[in-house]
């Protein structure tokens, strides 16, 4: 099993503050999606990057992926509650989505 | 995208019986696979789904405790076995669309075995 470790697991913060989600690998991945989990709600995916040194940005959040295609961040500028929910980063060997390899997940709640 | 309808979506059994979980997508994929995460963890694979013919199951998943059908293109059921309050879970199906590389989630069913 190909592990994928995030970090911090738990992040609790304030309405307006910035934050960055990690996801660490080993093993080197053909592309890395990133998700967001609601609560009652299944995984709902954010962003694909499938080069190494990529960067993609979807309005307040900045989508990094390593120079070796083994790690990846995710910065929030100006957290909103909206934002609150389980973020995922998965791995994918196959270049297809066939096998995806989930990270351990960070869950962040956001308050006024 | 695609529209992937999940039911149901929540059930509370006894131990020791089965549960069917069903999954409909509204067009033709080709991969549909099945998931578990037990209550605030990250995704676990049990098995992906094959048309005609026996699942693919994960390390630690197997056929005569999570029995998995795909009679066709947009539909697939996991069944869950003999449960156990260790089942106690959510369980998620996940398409890929015909030349697609991203997988699309339902909303999932959580099950609480009592």
């Known amino acids: 099993t190909q592990l994928l470790e995030q970090s911090p697991q738990f992040l609790s913060i304030q309405e307006g503050e910035n934050l960055t989600v990690y996801c660490n690998s080993s093993?080197?991945?053909?592309?890395l999606q990133w998700y967001r989990q609601e609560p009652g709600e299944g995984p709902v995916l954010l962003v694909t990057?499938?080069?190494?040194?990529e960067v993609k940005k979807l309005k307040r959040l900045t989508f990094q992926f390593g120079d070796a295609r083994k790690d990846s961040s995710l910065h929030i500028t100006a957290a909103q509650p909206g934002d609150t929910g389980l973020y995922l980063c998965a791995g994918d060997h196959t270049g297809t989505a066939s096998k995806l390899t989930f990270g351990t997940g960070t869950r962040l709640q956001v308050t006024l | 995208s695609a529209v992937i309808s999940q039911k149901p979506s929540r059930d509370i059994c006894q131990r020791g019986t089965s549960l069917t979980i069903q999954c409909q997508v509204d067009s033709q994929v080709t991969m549909m696979f099945w998931y578990r995460q037990q209550p605030g963890q990250s995704l676990t694979l049990i098995a992906t789904a094959n048309q005609g013919s026996e699942a693919t199951y994960e390390s630690g998943f197997v056929i005569d405790k999570f029995p998995i059908s795909r009679p066709n293109l947009t539909f697939s059921t996991l069944t869950v076995s003999n449960m156990s309050p260790e089942d106690s879970s959510i369980y998620l199906c996940?398409?890929?669309?015909?030349?697609?590389?991203?997988?699309?989630f339902g909303a999932g069913t959580r099950l609480s075995v009592l």
């Open positions: 996940s398409v890929v669309r015909r030349g697609g590389d991203i997988q699309y």
């Open positions: 990057v499938v080069t190494g040194g």
């Open positions: 093993s080197v991945f053909s592309s």
